[in-house]
């Protein structure tokens, strides 16, 4: 399985950003969004089970981030919503072969290369 994040970049506070995160279209059990600040652990944000009927959020994003896959061209995405400065990182999108929707970076076997946003004014 491959991952390609795209979308990343330099967005004021309170504005939006939608990241993409486009597979090889190996089936996976679930899928999901982490990020890593400098000096930091990577963190959970956001993860769906493969059907897209589970879904979980870090509570730190919840009711700001969407998950959300399109299924037909095989890409994840995260809407990003009244960004603020503490989301800037790097994001990271993740799948995992077997298993339920998970928080834990120890469950996804796939990783794509990262992808920087920055919120700043």
């Known amino acids: 399985v491959q991952l390609q994040a795209s979308g990343g970049g330099v967005v004021q506070p309170g504005g939006s950003l939608r990241l993409s995160c486009k597979d090889s279209?190996?089936?996976?059990?679930?899928v999901g969004w982490f990020r890593q600040t400098t000096g930091k652990e990577r963190e959970f944000v956001a993860a769906?089970?493969?059907?897209?009927?589970?879904?979980k959020y870090a509570d730190a994003v919840k009711g700001r981030f969407r998950i959300s896959r399109d299924n037909r061209d095989n890409t994840v995405y995260l809407q990003m919503n009244s960004l603020k400065p503490e989301d800037t990182a790097v994001y990271y999108c993740?799948?995992?072969?077997?298993?339920?929707?998970?928080?834990?970076?120890?469950?996804?076997?796939?990783w794509g290369q990262g992808t920087l946003i920055t919120v700043s004014s």
């Open positions: 993740a799948a995992g072969r077997w298993g339920p929707v998970s928080d834990k970076t120890s469950d996804f076997d796939y």
């Open positions: 279209g190996y089936i996976v059990s679930r």
């Open positions: 769906m089970s493969w059907r897209g009927d589970r879904l």
